[in-house]
């Protein structure tokens, strides 16, 4: 994992900073060259290590922004940007969760105000305070205050797609502090939950001072929260709250099992033990067959030191931690039941991917040397069509997408790999599909997604569309956006029976944002007897990498191998498709 969505955040926080300071373009040039970098198919920490001119191949990165750049990998700061956080101490982030709420409506407050947190906005707003400062109105001020819960709640929790470069920078850096014996990632982040309250660490050793303060040096550590003498909390790179603990590495087992979770899956875990008379903690797992001691640590301690030793104590095999959902895998794991998990290493093409002729920001010829250089046998190019839920000319025309074939096919002839052509089209709310016929026809893979009229039940209307016969992959089939909006309910069983009956692949959309079908409806629909296909929905070249947060949610779902379509070979896929 390169550190390009890193340095993008600084120089999109540098950008807010300016505007919410009244700084004009400059702004603008800064979130232009956060963007270029976030996209960029290479490390641009390896950019930088070469020094400012190598950072020109990147399109909007001037003199002043390489200096900026480099300044960060080198030093772990930017100092203009800890200059200005001085000068305007507020929780951008947060404040600008608030919809309606932009950097320059921060500034304003904080200047008339002094408003930092949502907190305090919250207060000011409920004191009809807003509306006396100049340029705000009883309207605006009415506005934040329906609209600041959902800001709070949404903000609480990260994406696993932000929170986990973060979980494996800290793990990686921890792993190295000298006393560290045993060193893993707990919680949520083990388990690849699509959201993140925080990023658990645990660490093996006998020197907990010494560790619990190497963490607080971690130098993407922005402020600390709290810090104990085995544990401590702090804020990274401005809002992902990291959580350390420390035990014994003699325990480290117990604790990892425990600190994993769920809270869920903990609870069925100990009611297994207690049916056999041991009791399992943190610490360990005890005999307490006649023992009367309350104690944590009471009985004779069976097992504690590796993970494994805990499950095979309770007789069970150990499982992976995507599976810790208490979705029957503690029964699963005692009749030696567990699914073969599909791998990160297992999918072999992407078949939901955009290029310049739609929303992306790539050419059809730079998609495909991307799938390719990312280790893909194959790719499809997915452009959006017309229709429902696309506004601002994004959606391509029937006619500019025969044109788009074209070039398609002629790629496709000078490619190292296979290409598909395809189409994204719009599923209507009625179920009716956003392009012709005759067109879906000629195209080898047609995904169709709903991108409109996103409440209510989805399910006819999914099914219409997984029923036609050109359509061979429902999209992102909710329409979800985790802390933005939930999307369609599903029956998730019925639409996965008639997408089985055929031959339509429902699709594990891995962008972070999405993540779409969820884990658990993957579950319903892989025991419905439907085939998965899990597609990062590529922009640029650099989303390529987030087909891991796909598979972990298809694996969250028991997804093998054999159930996920983009684990065949191109000519397997292309069987798919024809049939
Ligand atoms: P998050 O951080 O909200 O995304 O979710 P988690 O699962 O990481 O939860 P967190 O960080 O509060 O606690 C980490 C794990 O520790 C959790 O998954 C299970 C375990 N744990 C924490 N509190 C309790 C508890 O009260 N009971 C049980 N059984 N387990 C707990
Ligand atoms: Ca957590
Ligand atoms: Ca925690
Ligand atoms: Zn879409």
Partial sequence: MSRNDEIASRLEEFADLLEAQGVEYKPRAYRRAAENIRDHPAA????????????????????????????YFETGEIEELVELRAELPVEMAALTAVEGVGPKTVGSLYEALGITTL??????????????????????????????????????????????????RVEAYMSDVEGVEKCALGGSIRRWKPTIGDVDVLVGSHDDAEIVEAFTDWPEVDRVI???ETKASVYAGDDVRVDLRVVVPEEFGAALQYFTGSKDHNVAVRNRAIERNLKVNEYGVFDVEGVEDDNQRAGERIAGETEEGVYEALGMSWMAPDLRENRGEVEAAANDALPDLLEEGDVRGDLHTHTEWSDGGYTVEEMVEGAAAFGHDYIAISDHATGPGMVGGVGVPDEELREQLKEVEAVASEADIDVFSGVEANIAEDGSISVADDLLAELDCVVASPHAALDGDGTDR??????????????????????????????????????????????????????????????????????????????????????????????????????????????????????
């Fill in 119 to 168: 907190d305090e906005l919250e207060a000011a707003a409920e004191a009809g305070e807003i509306q006396a400062v100049e340029g705000f109105g009883a309207k605006t001020e009415q506005n934040i205050l329906d609209n600041i819960d959902f800001a709070r709640e949404a903000h609480e929790r990260a994406l696993l797609g932000e929170a986990r470069p973060y979980g494996e």
């Fill in 226 to 228: 709290e810090s104990g």
């Fill in 462 to 579: 999914l099914i219409a569309a997984a029923e036609h016969p050109n359509v061979n992959v429902i999209g992102h089939p909710t329409g979800r956006f985790l802390n933005r909006r939930p999307g369609l309910d599903l029956d998730v069983e019925r639409l996965a029976t008639v997408a089985a009956e055929n031959g339509t692949a429902l699709e594990v959309n891995a962008s972070p944002a999405r993540l779409d079908l969820s884990g658990a409806a993957v579950k319903q629909a892989i025991e419905a007897g439907a085939t998965i296909v899990i597609d990062t929905d590529a922009h640029s070249p650099g989303n390529f990498e987030q087909v891991r947060y796909g598979v972990h949610t298809a694996r969250r779902g028991w997804a093998e191998a054999a159930d996920v379509l983009n684990t065949r070979d191109a000519d397997g896929v292309r069987e798919f498709l024809d049939a």
């Fill in 44 to 71: 641009v920490e390896g950019l930088a290590a070469e020094g400012e001119d190598a950072l020109d191949e990147i399109d909007g990165v001037g003199d002043a922004i390489a200096a900026k750049v480099v300044e």
